[in-house]
């Protein structure tokens, strides 16, 4: 069976899902017309960046499942700037409702990404600065950067996923998206289930020391 593999650039303000729940909202829909493929994950309404799609239900299980800790990054621009106790709890682990996040890692970025502008753009305030991370998160709990950087006091302002394991934006622009070439399927199909393997592999054999 040969599966189809897409990755697309999903605007701010377009949900993660082809059935239309509003009129008003735009869904995946509006920019893909390849029948019976599925986001991996979700990404915000509110939020841009990149969206893995593929009619591959092994794959997609996967890269869901947050016990196989595949990671992905992203771009986080937020109010203020973050000193390093705070992007020291971000990256061993902040408490966000009744969950403590997995270690991850953060970094200040000296210089702004190069994105195109956001439509609509951000409310900021002008006397309160802002600055950019970088953070890759193995896990995906719902609205989960947006609960980290709240609770170090630096509210999220813009959030783009620009990577996901090896995938990445690359030359697509906002709305665009393609299929995967063969070489990026063998690498995702190599990355995932290589390292499923082998963590089921360590979680035996620390079972049978134990």
Request: proline letters at 6%.
């Amino acid at each position: 069976m040969t599966y189809k593999y897409i990755i697309f650039y999903k605007p701010y303000g377009v949900l993660c899902q082809f059935t239309r729940d509003t009129p008003e909202r735009q869904t995946l829909q509006d920019y893909i017309d390849v029948p019976n493929v599925y986001p991996v994950g979700r990404l915000d309404w509110d939020s841009e960046g990149l969206v893995l799609l593929t009619d591959n239900g092994q794959l997609q299980h996967r890269l869901s499942n947050p016990k196989f800790g595949h990671e992905r990054s992203y771009w986080v621009q937020v109010e203020r700037i973050p000193d390093e106790v705070a992007l020291s709890k971000l990256r061993s682990g902040v408490e966000i409702q009744d969950y403590r996040t997995k270690q991850a890692k953060v970094r200040l970025l000296p210089n702004q990404p190069t994105l195109p502008e956001r439509d609509p753009p951000i409310r900021f305030r002008k006397s309160v600065d802002t600055a950019w991370l970088e953070m890759t998160l193995s896990e995906g709990k719902n609205r989960q950067v947006r609960r980290m950087t709240a609770a170090v006091g630096f509210p999220t302002l813009r959030l783009v996923r620009f990577q996901i394991a090896h995938l990445t934006l690359d030359t697509l622009q906002m709305g665009e998206w393609r299929h995967l070439t063969s070489l990026e399927v063998n690498l995702l199909h190599n990355s995932v289930f290589t390292s499923c393997k082998y963590k089921q592999s360590a979680k035996k054999m620390s079972y049978r020391k134990s």
